[in-house]
């Protein structure tokens, strides 16, 4: 029987056993050490920032950069409609306050027009969010230009963006203040859990590593000169942080080979829509497309062996918010969008499985 092929799974392989094996086998602090330093020195290296914190996940790590930089409860904070849910929480986790605005039809990434509309005197800081690793239509050198004006602090939320760089050479998550990276286990790369901050600012640097480790004024003393808690890494995922980052640009390579293999084998399909990825300088993720009738799409493919995901449901319908308001293109997406199978170790075969079965669907 052919095996089931999932939307995503992380991908481990003979390089992290004996990694981690090597580690155990020598001793080692298991909680953030060395390995931790090296693993940061190498994200640093890879995205061209000049500091780089690894932290416990990527939602600390956006509360983290929020705090950081001076974000503080009751202010107001503008973050898409479309994005996970952890950016707008962890926002919301210290009292501060999200204010949701719709993004572009073409990228999923914040529409600048709303954005403008959407600042209020008690607007602090806007929020980016890379989706799929896209930046916006409008450039992102508007939003650093937008945020200037207004004195607000732009943060990259570019969770799903290692990898993908702007078209100016800068890695996503460099144009803001600080950006955000995480390595769950559906991400690039992923040690479990994980987050990462990089920026290029040395008082944000110094900021977050007192506040990931209870605000102590050095590493491993008892002298805290600033409140903080502990969202630290181990030495244990960066072990396996150090193997997943050497095989990187291998995996970068890929999902854009896949991409563009589904994008060709789909074309002639109306009912499934693509969005604007530059594949050049930026990597998908997810292989995300608006789908007609996408439920019966998905029972479908689950039937032959194919899964997929539902995207995210708008923010502003979530329970947990529930704000009212005309957000089309994230409802949109709340209605169309369709994840595919897209772990970077799938074959050319199983992408022509899953495309012939989205063909016999719509014909
Ligand atoms: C845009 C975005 N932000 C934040 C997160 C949260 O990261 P983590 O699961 O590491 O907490 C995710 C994870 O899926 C994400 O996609």
């Not at 292989?287 to 449901?313: C, F, H, W």
Request: hydrophobic share 40%; glycine share 8%.
């Amino acid at each position: 029987m052919e095996s089931f092929i999932p939307q995503m799974e992380p991908w481990f392989g003979e390089e992290e056993r004996i990694a981690m094996d090597d580690y155990l086998g020598h001793g080692g602090w298991i909680t953030e050490f060395k390995k931790t330093q090296e693993f940061e020195q190498m994200i640093a290296e890879f995205t061209g920032a000049k500091h780089c914190i690894v932290v416990n996940n990527g939602t600390i790590s956006l509360t983290l950069a929020a705090l950081a930089a001076g974000i503080k409860a009751g202010v107001e904070v503008i973050v898409p409609n479309f994005t996970m849910i952890a950016t707008p929480n962890s926002i919301k986790m210290f009292g501060a306050k999200p204010v949701v605005v719709d993004v572009e039809p073409e990228t999923l990434c914040l529409n600048i027009d709303l954005v403008k509309k959407a600042i209020t005197s008690k607007t602090k800081a806007i929020f980016f969010v890379s989706a799929n690793g896209r930046y916006p239509k409008s450039g992102i050198e508007a939003f650093v230009n937008l945020a200037k004006e207004n004195n607000l602090i732009l943060l990259e939320d570019s969770a799903q963006s290692l990898g993908s760089f702007y078209p100016n050479g800068k890695h996503i998550g460099r144009e803001g203040l600080i950006g955000s990276f995480s390595f769950s286990a559906p991400k690039v790369i992923s040690t479990g859990q994980g987050g990462a901050l990089i920026t290029d600012d040395d008082d944000m640097a110094h900021k977050i590593k007192r506040l990931k480790d209870f605000g102590r004024s050095g590493g491993g003393n008892d002298i805290h000169d600033s409140i903080g808690w502990n969202f630290k890494f181990t030495d244990i995922q960066a072990v396996i942080g150090i193997e997943q980052m050497k095989k990187l640009q291998w995996r970068v390579d890929r999902k854009k080979e896949i991409w563009k293999l589904y994008k060709e084998q789909l074309k002639d399909i109306s009912q499934i829509k693509f969005f604007d990825q530059d594949i050049k300088n930026t990597t998908p993720w997810f292989m995300d497309v608006l789908a007609n009738d996408r439920e019966n799409l998905q029972s479908y493919l689950k039937e032959q062996g194919i899964g997929t995901r539902i995207m995210y449901p708008p923010i502003n319908k979530q329970k947990a918010y529930n704000i009212g308001g005309e957000y089309s293109i994230s409802n949109l997406v709340g209605e169309k969008g369709l994840w595919l199978p897209s772990a970077a170790q799938l074959s050319d075969n199983e992408i022509i499985k899953i495309t012939n079965g989205i063909h016999q669907f719509y014909s």
